[in-house]
Every structure is written in C-alpha cells, then in structure tokens.
C-alpha cells in the first residue's frame, strides 16, 4: 500500500513549455485535490474530483486543467508555464465518509 | 480574503516547553478543524482534529482548544521535543459543501532547541 504517489518529484521547466503532474493512490479514495504550497501562504486548492468523470475547480485553478478518467489517478496539466507557477505541488485524497486528506510527498517545480 | 488566519509565523521553545499555535476563522459553518504537520521536503500529515460540538480534544502530547463564539482555535503542544520541529498548519472545512475542501492557515515554523 503506497498510499499516494507524485511524479516527478523534481522539474524544471521552460516559460511556455507544458506538462502533467502526475498523481495515483492505492487506497480506493473517492475524492481527489491538488493543493500548491508557496512559501509562507498555505496550501491553496487548485482542483478536486469526488469521483472518476468528475472534477471542479478550488481557489487557484487558472493555468491548470485536471481530468479523473479513473479511481486511482488525478494527474494536473500545466499547458503555458508561467514563473508564476512556480511553486510545491501536493495531492491529496480521502474516503467519501471520512475527513482526512491524505497526502502526497509533493512536486517541486520551477519556471524560469 | 484569507479566511484562516495562523499565528505566530514562526516559534522557537526549548525542550521540555509548551508549544502554542493559534487560528481564527472568519466562516460559522466551517464543522471541522485539523492541524496538519510538515516536516521538509514532506506532504502535510494529519497530527489532530475537532469538531465545533467539543471544546477540547486531547492526543497524547497534543491537544486542540476551540472556543466557537471567539471563533479561535488553539494546538498546545506539551513538552515540547526536537523531534517536534516541523511547520504546522490549521485548517477548516465545511461538510455541507460536498467538496470537504481544505482552507489553510499560513503555516508556523516550529523550532524546538535542546
């Protein structure tokens, strides 16, 4: 049991280039969340899915798309990096009747 | 508009002491409130959590106040040790929202010296 899983841990990427932040769990959770971590302001929710086909978006969801084509993975589409997306991103999830987030070990990027 | 506001930014106890961290909320019907610990170059981790129909929650070493009319809540951390220094998050959901999104404070650095 992995619990939940980030790739890459680590990117660098270009301004203008794309990419997905991948995000899987192994405990049949029901609900999903991208949060962004910058230094010294929280978590912020990007988007969330509460079920496979179904996703809505958070706080900050401007210059990210989301999909949940399955239960187990809820990857996060980056299409024109900015250096304002640099940033930590963490995944979470959590069972329909149950309150805690757990969460992944995070992605840390940077756009220069 | 931050609707969890954490203090202090960043704390420094020796061992032995009694950490204290407070939140205040802005929402009434957020009915639930976790702390969340992070150590670095780790994801958040649930320490404890309280619902508004109790005024105190103990576990262990950590135990979580909450006064709903002053709408604060409060983590004490009781002596304090080194192994304890991480960042520390409250945060608040509200169950009726179908969501059980997460609003976070702001984070306190915590430093427990020997």
């Known amino acids: 049991n992995a619990g939940v899983t980030q790739t890459p841990k680590f990117r660098i990427l270009k301004i203008g280039q794309s990419m997905t932040l991948q995000c899987t769990q192994d405990?049949?959770?029901?609900?999903m969340y991208w949060y962004r971590q910058d230094p010294g302001m929280g978590l912020k929710l990007i988007y969330y899915?509460?079920?496979?086909?179904?996703?809505d978006k958070g706080e900050v969801p401007n210059g990210y798309n989301v999909s949940r084509s399955t239960t187990e993975d809820f990857p996060l589409r980056l299409e024109l990096a900015a250096p304002s997306q640099t940033s930590v991103y963490f995944c979470?999830?959590?069972?329909?009747?149950?309150?805690?987030?757990?969460f992944g070990p995070g992605t840390r990027l940077t756009v220069t | 508009q931050q609707q969890v506001k954490q203090s202090p930014q960043s704390l420094i106890v020796q061992k032995g002491g009694i950490s204290i961290i407070n939140c205040a909320y802005e929402?009434?019907?957020?009915?639930?409130f976790p702390w969340y610990q992070q150590f670095p170059g780790k994801g958040p981790a649930l320490l404890i959590a309280?619902?508004?129909?109790?005024s105190e929650k103990k576990e262990g070493r950590f135990t979580i106040s909450f006064n709903k009319s002053a709408k604060q809540f409060s983590l004490h951390i009781m002596d304090s040790q080194p192994g304890d220094s991480a960042t520390y998050f409250c945060?608040?959901?509200?169950?009726?929202?179908?969501?059980?999104?997460?609003?976070f404070g702001k984070g306190t650095k915590l430093s427990v010296i020997p």
């Open positions: 899915s509460v079920g496979a086909g179904i996703t």
């Open positions: 945060a608040a959901s509200y169950s009726g929202a179908g969501s059980y999104q997460l609003t």
């Open positions: 929402n009434t019907a957020f009915d639930y």
């Open positions: 309280i619902r508004p129909d109790v």
């Open positions: 405990m049949n959770h029901n609900y």
């Open positions: 979470a999830s959590k069972f329909r009747d149950r309150e805690e987030q757990y």
